[in-house]
């Protein structure tokens, strides 16, 4: 766990403050909850078994005396500690079976059995069966209320003050875990915030292989698992290791022998937790992996539902889902067996087996008051707090894992190579763009750009043509530095884009794709993207200079209409026209039109043709298009074949060579080839 162990430690550091005063709290109330036991063992060895201890004749009526057939007795501890007070006859109070009796004299031995015959004691030695008789006297329940009744001050007394330490343990226990969770919950927040804002630095080359929900995935469902850790887990293992520590301790205070017998339990422990990790580790990472995968399945099934409902591919979609589901059910009954033999049964059985070394060592020792009842009852009372932490620990193993692994995948993302976001503006450059002898590959050796070579000067507007897979994409790509080539040179304003930072050299381009992506909130919102440099006059300006103003005026709310995800309550042609008025409203030096009009209507065309003359306007302009009617105008039209440049110049010189571009064109027109 090493490097994750750390990472969640340095994040856990950020608020050390309230985690320390929560650590504090909370041994305070194990202090206060652990005084309990010792109150306990007070009561009854000192006011409830106390009864047996010497008895001795005083005169008359004092504190702590007792009548009893006309004269007065007081027990042995509470004279006087200076021997200032003198003893009487001594006698005794024993308990037999459930009744008591008084010995009007002394015991010779408190170590035997005891049988009652009629009002004779008899006592016999265990170790020589030696046998000792003594004339007794039964007490009745007024008498034997009467011995007790000068212990019931302390009994109160001693009774309030555990019922004070109980007060006390809720009030801190209620403070450690406010502050606990509120900490976890921060640390969370911000552990989410840091990953959400790397998902944004990270180049697109990495979505290209992992899915929206596989990310959607590491940004909720693993940061809620490490919110436990934060949460559950160190609470319960703080808890548990300083009430060990101090049940220990209490232990050691107690009785030596006692807390010897209960120390293995440690070692127990530690081994339990590295068997239960070592297979636990494999299971959640199984788990957690398929989950991921789920929730990306999900994402692309609501995303594609058209496509699966008109194709009808409900069922093997469904069957396709229950193979995921079924195998990370599988994973998590393995989890769930592992956790049920290990967690709560394994526990009472070392419990069970401790309690029955102890009454099988200690027994007799009790009995020869070696050992008194109190101290085991107190031994039995602390061993039974120590397995509930003991419980917690093991109960939160699970969870343990559950979040290590989470945090594994959560640092693997934020592990992966970002772009700082530039701070600051980049001066508008003009947007004279030279591409010199570029090659490139999305993977080794497979080029798909080859010795591209071109120049578009300020204000020029330059199309890129070409079947699909021919490279058009690829030179814009290269263009925004979604990619960087590694072969030949890309500038602009005899710059070399790579000494640029990517977000700055973005900031003065626009982009406006086939299928524009629309985000939730407002037409308005979707213009501007919440910049508030783009102030509210100059959403509805570019909105005008595009034509669309008046349509989008006549919907309800206007441009404040509201947008639902992907914009699908708007038409292709309305979302193009956003999308046209958001990059014009940003005014680009450099503007792309990747298949700008390829999915719209004839009547929507006319707009956006209008549109675009609006936008091109004094930008440098790069149009991939694959209706040829639409860049007839284009300063300079570029033909791509298996990325690379096979032909260029303007409509006129291009038809005029009868090459690729002509075949193109007339093939569009509906025309007859030439012979």
């Known amino acids: 766990m090493g490097n994750t162990g750390k990472r969640l430690f340095q994040y856990a550091m950020l608020y050390k403050k309230p985690i320390m005063l929560a650590l504090l709290l909370l041994i305070l109330a194990v202090c206060a909850e652990l005084a309990g036991p010792f109150i306990a063992k007070r009561m009854i060895d000192q006011n409830i ?81 030696e046998s000792v008789s003594y004339p007794i006297t039964k007490l009745s329940k007024d008498e034997l209320y009467a011995f007790y009744q ?3 001050p302390s009994l109160l ?108 339990l440690v070692p127990i422990l530690i081994i339990w937790i590295i068997v239960y990790r070592k297979f636990a580790a494999r299971y959640n990472r199984i788990i957690r992996a398929k989950l991921s995968e789920i929730n990306g399945m999900i994402n ?47 526990v009472n059985v070392v419990r069970n087996i401790l309690f029955i070394i102890v009454i099988w060592m200690f027994w007799g020792d009790s009995l020869r008051g070696a050992v008194s009842v109190g101290v085991l009852y107190a031994f039995v009372d602390y061993m039974n707090r120590m397995f509930a932490p003991i419980v917690g620990i093991v109960n939160q193993l699970s969870n343990l894992e559950t979040a290590r692994v989470s945090a594994e995948r959560v640092f693997k993302l934020m592990d992966e190579e970002g772009i700082d976001v530039a701070t600051g503006k980049m001066d508008r450059y003009k947007g004279d763009v030279k591409f010199e002898d570029v090659s490139f590959a999305y993977k080794q050796d497979e080029y798909v750009l080859k ?53 700055l050299l973005r900031q003065h381009m626009g982009i406006v794709l086939q299928d524009p992506f629309l985000f939730t909130g407002t037409i308005a919102s979707n213009i501007s993207l919440d910049n508030p440099a ?5 959403i509805e300006q570019s909105l005008r200079d595009v034509g669309a103003y008046d349509m989008f005026s006549q919907l309800q709310g206007g441009i404040d209409a ?91 010189e291009l038809m005029e060579q009868r090459g690729k571009y002509f075949a193109m064109y007339q093939l569009q027109l509906g025309g007859a080839l030439p012979a």
């Open 157 to 264: 007394k001693l009774a309030v003050m555990y019922f004070g330490f109980l007060l006390l343990v809720a009030v801190f226990t209620y403070g450690q875990r406010l502050m606990l969770q509120t900490s976890a919950n921060r640390i969370v927040r911000k552990m989410r915030t840091d990953i959400f804002a790397h998902t944004q630095r990270l180049p697109v080359n990495y979505y290209d292989n992992l899915s929206a929900g596989q990310v959607v995935s590491r940004v909720t469902n693993d940061t809620e698992a490490i919110r436990e850790l934060y949460v559950a887990v160190l609470a319960n293992f703080f808890t548990g290791i300083i009430y060990m520590a101090a049940i220990y301790g209490a232990l050691f205070l107690l009785d030596v022998r006692l807390a010897l017998v209960a120390l293995p």
């Open 300 to 346: 692309e099934s609501i995303q594609g539902m058209t496509i699966i409902q008109a194709f009808r591919r409900q069922k093997e979609t469904t069957k396709e889902f229950e193979e995921m589901n079924e195998h990370y059910y599988k994973y998590q009954n393995k989890l769930l067996s592992l956790n049920s033999i290990t967690s709560h049964n394994l």
């Open 451 to 503: 010795h591209i070579s071109f120049h578009a000067r300020q204000g020029q507007t330059v199309a890129l043509v070409g079947h699909t897979g021919s490279g058009k994409s690829s030179i814009l790509n290269l263009l925004f530095r979604f990619y960087d080539s590694k072969e030949g040179k890309i500038i602009v304003d005899g710059k070399d884009v790579r000494d640029m930072p990517k977000q």
């Open 150 to 152: 000068p212990e019931f």
């Open 562 to 652: 509201p947008v639902i995800e992907k914009g699908s309550t708007l038409s292709a042609g309305q979302r193009q026209l956003v999308s046209f008025a958001r990059a014009l409203a940003y005014d680009p030096a450099i503007l792309i039109l990747d298949e700008a009009t390829a999915s719209i209507d004839t009547e929507t065309e006319a707009i956006i043709q209008e549109a675009l003359d609006v936008l091109k306007k004094g930008r440098t302009t790069f149009v991939i298009a694959h209706r040829l009617s639409t860049i007839r105008n284009a300063d300079q039209i570029l033909v791509l074949d298996r990325g690379v440049i096979v032909e260029r110049g303007n409509h006129d």
């Open 534 to 538: 783009i102030s509210r006059e100059k």
């Open 49 to 129: 078994l106390g009864i047996e201890k010497k008895w001795h004749e005083v005169e008359g009526k004092q504190d702590f005396a007792v009548l009893y057939k006309d004269k007065w007795y007081k027990r042995e501890d509470h004279f006087a500690a200076d021997a200032s007070e003198q003893k009487g006859k001594e006698v005794r109070v024993l308990q037999v079976g459930r009744s008591f009796y008084v010995l009007d004299g002394a015991l010779a031995s408190d170590d035997g059995k005891r049988v009652v015959e009629g009002s004779t004691l008899v006592v016999t030695n265990k170790d020589t069966s």
